[in-house]
T-cell receptor, first 112, second 116 residues
């Protein structure tokens, strides 16, 4: 099956620092999605990317869909304590229906 | 985006029993999915809940263990049958929203299950 390699697995950063995380795959995806999951909650969609090379921002978040359709990165600028959580990348590809494959997540800790 | 609710939000169950989880969406959606998230892990697709027909299960998941109902376009249930401690997980439903050339999945808040 398709697999996503997400890195880093965890990060400890100082408040105010910028953060970058990425996902790579050997497979091509139609769509890349980035989610954030807080403890005890379901994943919340942050950014959706639909076109190769697309660069999209949502507030302090910026994500790009790789030109080869096999990778994506998410940047968070000027981190704040509420950015703490687990960030998941997910690739959406057609397999009879649209199948969503998740990365293993990046656990972000922000030190005030 | 669709608003998704799940019941119960959490439960503690005895091994050997079964639990049915409900997922309600505030709008009609074609595609609904059930995922499992084991402690500290990522999300794994259990099955696609098909309206009017049997669910489509992923490798490693079977209907006898995880029966699914989808009576209409806004509601689905997942039953975790004959539970064991290994079934302790977060169970999440999601819905797909499609537009012209774009597809996105949104998730419910999850049901946290602890099996003793």
């Amino acid at each position: 099956g398709q697999q996503l390699n997400q890195s880093p697995q965890s990060m400890f950063i100082q408040e105010g620092e910028d953060v970058s995380m990425n996902c790579t795959s050997s497979s091509i995806f139609n769509t890349w999605l980035w989610y954030k999951q807080d403890p005890g909650e379901g994943p919340v969609l942050l950014i959706a990317l639909y076109k190769a090379g697309e660069l999209t921002s949502n507030g302090r978040l910026t994500a790009q869909f790789g030109i080869t359709r096999k990778d994506s990165f998410l940047n968070i600028s000027a981190s704040i304590p509420s950015d703490v959580g687990i960030y998941f990348c997910a690739g959406l590809a057609w397999a009879g229906s649209y199948q969503l494959t998740f990365g293993k997540g990046t656990k972000l800790s922000v030190i005030p | 985006s669709a608003v998704i609710s799940q019941k119960p939000s959490r439960d503690i169950c005895q091994r050997g029993t079964s639990l049915t989880i409900q997922c309600q969406v505030d709008s009609q959606v074609t595609m609904m999915f059930w995922y499992r998230q084991q402690p500290g892990q990522s999300l794994t697709l259990i099955a696609t809940a098909n309206q009017g027909s049997e669910a489509t299960y992923e490798s490693g998941f079977v209907i006898d263990k995880f029966p699914i109902s989808r009576p209409n376009l806004t509601f689905s249930t997942l039953t975790v049958s004959n539970m064991s401690p290994e079934d302790s997980s977060i169970y999440l439903c999601s819905v797909e929203e499609s537009g012209t050339g774009v597809e996105t999945q949104y998730f419910g808040p999850g049901t946290r299950l602890l099996v003793l």
